[in-house]
């Protein structure tokens, strides 16, 4: 079974500038999550999609923070503009149905410079 | 208010010895329990995870973790540690059964010393 996929691994971008992350979540699986993981803390859930409806969004900052999941599949989160409190790892999640455990991709290492 | 808290930011433990890391959290609500372990550069794997049923759940890796209602606890324990072992382990907890939403503590890295 193939994993969580996310891309790109690492990127790094200038203050004010926009970036967008792609994630393909396990086939099958209905619900997939963004999270946020500051440099020495634990994940923060950002958005929730069940199938393409959004479950739970009350810790993504609307102001610059986007996400999407169209068709029920792979979704882009994006961010625009980037502030330096940004960096961090951004993690999607899967899992098949409420109730099961969620998969981690690898991940998305952002530096703001 | 519900959370969650690792009370060790790093535990040390020698080659082949017993380790436990702890976790304890706060609720209102009944909950669904998670260990997670993360190495350097990659995401999250499920170590173990309580849902209900018998309070010591085995998982992967030879750890193990009891949940412990009363003291609101879900401590994880390795009875000898191998080199491999070390890592980030993250406890996280479900606190709304609706959307399965998890809240994450801040994290344990485990150093194995040879």
């Known amino acids: 079974e193939a994993g969580v996929a996310q891309s790109p691994r690492y990127k790094i971008i200038e203050k004010r500038q926009s970036v967008a992350f792609w994630c393909n979540p396990i086939s099958g699986h209905a619900t997939l999550y963004w999270y946020q993981q500051i440099l020495g803390q634990g994940p923060k859930l950002l958005i929730q999609?069940?199938?393409?409806?959004?479950?739970?969004d009350s810790q993504l900052p609307k102001d610059r923070f986007s996400a999407e999941r169209l068709k029920g599949v792979d979704s882009t989160l994006k961010i625009q503009p980037a502030k330096l409190e940004d960096s961090a790892v951004y993690l999607c999640a899967s899992s098949l149905v409420l109730g099961q455990p969620q998969h981690f991709g690898d991940g998305t290492r952002l530096s703001i410079l | 208010a519900q959370s969650v808290t690792q009370l060790d930011s790093q535990v040390p433990v020698f080659e082949e010895a017993p380790v436990e890391l702890r976790c304890n959290y706060s609720s209102s609500v009944s909950v669904y329990l998670f260990w997670y372990v993360q190495y350097p550069n990659q995401g999250l794997q499920l170590l173990l995870k309580?849902?209900?049923?018998?309070?010591l759940v085995k998982g992967i890796n030879g750890f193990e973790a009891e949940f412990n209602k009363s003291q609101t606890s879900f401590h994880l324990r390795k009875p000898s540690v191998h080199i491999s072992d070390t890592a980030e382990y993250f406890c996280?907890?479900?606190?709304?059964?609706?959307?399965?939403?998890?809240?994450f503590g801040t994290g344990t890295r485990l150093t194995i010393i040879p």
């Open positions: 996280a907890v479900a606190f709304n059964f609706g959307n399965e939403k998890l809240t």
């Open positions: 309580y849902l209900s049923g018998s309070t």
């Open positions: 999609f069940q199938n393409n409806g959004v479950v739970d």
